[in-house]
């Protein structure tokens, strides 16, 4: 397979290589949006959010909670955005499943996009929509 994480976690590419553990493994963003920008990586290659495993997901959350703290802090950062692609359509470009941690600094840089407001009537119907694959699927994803 023809993965740019997966030849860094088997050391056949460099990288800043942070932190590693069992489960995850972390090293510097070669194109940061502010020094430090780091991505933190589960070792088994999923292709996104919706495909890695519940039981990897929690300890990939715990390792970018504990690696945030120490990226803001070493960064001497005001704030930091914890952010994950999915899809080409929301920016992904490498499809190994990763957060990104980046830190922030007071009035760097706006992330604001343009609001949409929602017609008399349609927030309701927005949110039926997305109800219905919640009542659908509830059972399966927490049984
Ligand atoms: P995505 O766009 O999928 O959310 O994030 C992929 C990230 O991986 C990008 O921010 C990109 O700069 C980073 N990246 C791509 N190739 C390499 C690489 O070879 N080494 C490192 N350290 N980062 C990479
Ligand atoms: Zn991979």
Do not use: W
């Amino acid at each position: 397979m023809d993965c740019i994480f997966c030849e860094i976690k088997n050391r056949k590419a460099d990288a800043e290589i942070l932190f590693e553990d069992e489960n995850v493994i972390a090293f510097l963003d070669i194109q940061p949006i502010n020094y430090g920008h780091t991505l933190v990586v589960p070792k088994n290659h999923y292709d996104n959010f919706l495909t890695i495993p519940k039981d990897e997901l929690s300890k990939l959350m715990q390792a970018t909670q504990f690696i945030a703290g120490a990226v803001k802090r070493s960064m001497n950062a005001d704030g930091f955005n914890v952010v994950s692609n999915n899809g080409s359509s929301a920016g992904q470009s490498v499809y190994h499943f990763h957060f990104h941690i980046i830190p922030r600094f007071n009035k760097d840089f706006s992330l604001k996009p343009s609001f949409k407001t929602y017609s008399s009537g349609a927030m309701k119907d927005y949110a039926n929509q997305v109800r219905t694959f919640i009542s659908k699927y509830r059972d399966i994803y927490y049984e």
